[in-house]
Structures are given as C-alpha cells and as structure tokens.
C-alpha cells in the first residue's frame, strides 16, 4: 500500500509547479514549453495505460457498467490510483486551456487567479468559475476559437 500513497503524494506534488507557472507566470516562455506541451499528458496519460493494461484483477462484478461495478472497482487501490492520475491530468489540461484561452481573449492575468486556483483544487467547480468570467470579460458564450 505503501507504493500507492507515494504515487499519489507525487501525481500532486509534480503538477504543484506546472499549476504555479499558470497562476503566477502564463506567458513565460517555459511555461508554454512545460505547461502547454504533450510531455506531461504523455507521462500521465501512459502511467494510467499501463495501470490499465498491468493491472490485477478486479473483485468479482467490478466494472464501469454500473455505478455498484464502479464503486467496486473504487476498493482496489490500483484502480483508485489510475482514476486519481486521470483526473488530475484532465484538471490541469483544463487549466492549461483556460490560461490559454484567456490570454487570447485578452483576459487578464489577475481574473485567472481564483480560476485557476480552483480548478486545480475542485476541477469542474474552478471550469465554471473560469466560464462565468470568461462571460462577463468578452460577453460571448461561444468557445469557438476564430
């Protein structure tokens, strides 16, 4: 078990930095590198490949066909572990977009902050807040890029 709690201190601890460039620092040069790059989607996106492809067996009627199969997959810490590495790699792919898209509508960096900082912490919570500033900045409901 051991194994599981330092792969999960680390999924966090790891993205802390990339979740600070955001925050602090959107338009540095190393935070396009870093943060608006495939390698850290590459890193968690296989860890999560190979915590599926590697992985024991499930407990009897575990699945994703129900929400009971589900939850039973939930008791493996294997199974907890790739969904946790899912999420947080989807929460900052959401915040990356965020930053990204807020500079091209010319949103300033200080409307980010609270964003940000919540999707990092509660994921679609921090999307919401970030839409609902997004509209009140440009008055536009559309997430077409043009």
Avoid: C, K
Avoid at 19 to 34: F, M, S
Avoid at 62 to 89: N, T
């Amino acid at each position: 078990m051991q194994h599981f709690e330092l792969i999960y201190l680390l999924s966090n601890v790891l993205l802390l930095p990339a979740w600070l460039l955001l925050i602090v620092a959107p338009e540095w040069r190393w935070t396009e590198r870093l943060i608006h790059s495939i390698w850290i989607p590459v890193l968690y996106s296989a860890a999560v490949t190979i915590m599926v492809v590697v992985r024991p067996a499930a407990a009897e009627g575990a699945d994703i066909g129900s929400l009971h199969g589900f939850m039973l997959l939930l008791d493996s810490p294997w199974f907890s572990l790739a969904i946790w590495l899912q999420l947080v790699l989807f929460d900052l792919f959401i915040g990356a977009w965020e930053s990204r898209d807020a500079r091209r509508l010319g949103i300033h960096a200080g409307w980010m902050v609270v964003p940000l900082v919540a999707t990092y912490i509660f994921g679609p919570p921090g999307l919401l807040i970030y839409l609902v500033v997004r509209y009140s900045r440009t008055r536009s409901a559309s997430l077409a890029e043009q």
